[in-house]
Structures are given as structure tokens and as C-alpha cells.
């Protein structure tokens, strides 16, 4: 259960690395970071969930509408 603040507020947090780093590298900094100077803490878990997988017949022609523009949302 979160408490009612996280649920409604947003934080923007930019830093810089202190050598250029590839992306691998950025997704072990930044938990690292927000639990060094946050006290942020996380796990990360894989899990087997049943689930299903769509497939489109190869022998069928897509018929699909054609997307919609969208529009930003604030």
C-alpha cells in the first residue's frame, strides 16, 4: 500500500555520470544512486506467469484501421 503522496506527487531527479556509460551501465547506476543518496531500496524478481500469446494468421491479409493522430497530454 503506498501512502497517498506517492500516488499524486512527481519528482524529476537529472544527474550526470562522471564518464560516458553505455545504457547497461545507466540501469545499474540509477537504482544505486536513488538508494545512495534516497535510501531507496528495490529487488528486482522473475517470475513464470501464465499468460497468452496473440499470433496473426501469415496466410491472411492485416486488416486494420489506420491509427489516429494523438494528441499530447498534460
Same mark, same amino acid.
Given at each position: 500500500?503506498?501512502?497517498?503522496?506517492?500516488?499524486?506527487?512527481?519528482?524529476?531527479? %537529472?544527474?550526470?555520470?562522471? =564518464?560516458?556509460?553505455?545504457?547497461?551501465?545507466?540501469?545499474?547506476?540509477?537504482?544505486?544512486?536513488?538508494?545512495? @543518496?534516497?535510501?531507496? =531500496?528495490?529487488? =528486482?524478481?522473475?517470475?513464470?506467469?501464465?499468460?497468452?500469446?496473440?499470433? @496473426?494468421?501469415? %496466410?491472411?491479409?492485416?486488416?486494420?484501421?489506420?491509427?489516429?493522430?494523438?494528441?499530447?497530454?498534460?
Amino acid at each position: 500500500m503506498l501512502p497517498a503522496w506517492a500516488e499524486s506527487e512527481e519528482f524529476e531527479i %537529472r544527474a550526470k555520470a562522471a =564518464r560516458p556509460v553505455k545504457l547497461a551501465e545507466m540501469k545499474l547506476l540509477g537504482p544505486a544512486m536513488l538508494a545512495d @543518496r534516497f535510501g531507496l =531500496r528495490s529487488h =528486482r524478481e522473475t517470475k513464470m506467469v501464465p499468460g497468452y500469446v496473440l499470433l @496473426r494468421d501469415p %496466410r491472411k491479409p492485416l486488416k486494420l484501421p489506420a491509427a489516429e493522430e494523438a494528441t499530447p497530454q498534460d
